[in-house]
């Protein structure tokens, strides 16, 4: 059996949408909303291939509070490529009612740079299920994101990520198949030490398939 062959590391990451601007293809306004995201992330190397990672997330708006408890073990196939195996439960606190979502998941991501740009790709199958029905809902997730540290300013850098969120079936608890969210974000982030890491910009959110709650 492997022995753990590091000690745990851990660091925090503060997420600060200034601006949050959350919209429906049929909405001609779309909504604004302060939100501060956070989270604690750790890391604990079996051997130089497999790594077990622990990720608690909150996410606070003005329209409730969502927390996300994810642990995930990932194979790290090359310095590029890494696959992962994972399970999120998500609580969502609003103003009505308080809903559990529980995820398995299965991901693959691969690291590349073009230049000074550093490039991450993601993508993701879910399967969904929720305190408010019995139906496991597929959802498939795909994301770029792009950093780009500032010449002479190493802790200072510009980031963007764009993420696209698809359901694969419909569900008794409110999931619709197509197209469900589009998120859009461009910022700036700056890294204090070894272990914090703030980022701060605009979000834009698309809702296509809102799920009934």
Do not use: C
């Not at 529980?102 to 991501?109: D, E, G, S």
């Amino acid at each position: 059996m492997n022995r753990i062959s590091k000690a745990p590391q851990a660091w925090l990451v503060v997420l600060l949408p200034l601006l949050v601007t959350i919209g429906t293809p049929d909405t001609a306004l779309a909504q604004g909303d302060n939100q501060l995201w956070t989270a604690w992330v750790s890391h604990a190397r079996l051997n130089p291939d497999w790594r077990l990672t622990m990720v608690l997330q909150d996410r606070r708006g003005d329209g409730g509070t969502t927390a996300i408890v994810r642990p995930h073990i990932g194979w790290f196939a090359s310095p590029a490529l890494s696959i992962h195996q994972g399970y999120d439960w998500v609580p969502r606190v609003g103003d009505k009612a308080t809903r559990h979502e529980h995820r398995l998941w299965q991901q693959a991501v691969y690291r590349f740079g073009v230049g000074p740009v550093k490039l991450i790709g993601r993508a993701r199958l879910e399967e969904r299920t929720s305190s408010t029905g019995d139906d496991w809902g597929l959802r498939g997730r795909a994301m770029v994101r792009a950093m780009w540290a500032l010449p002479r300013l190493q802790r200072f850098g510009l980031v963007a990520s764009d993420h696209w969120m698809t359901n694969l079936n419909t569900t008794d608890w409110g999931a619709r198949s197509g197209l469900d969210q589009h998120r859009l974000f461009v910022g700036f982030a700056a890294t204090a030490g070894k272990k914090l890491r703030v980022e701060a910009g605009y979000l834009r959110v698309d809702l296509f398939a809102k799920e009934r709650t």
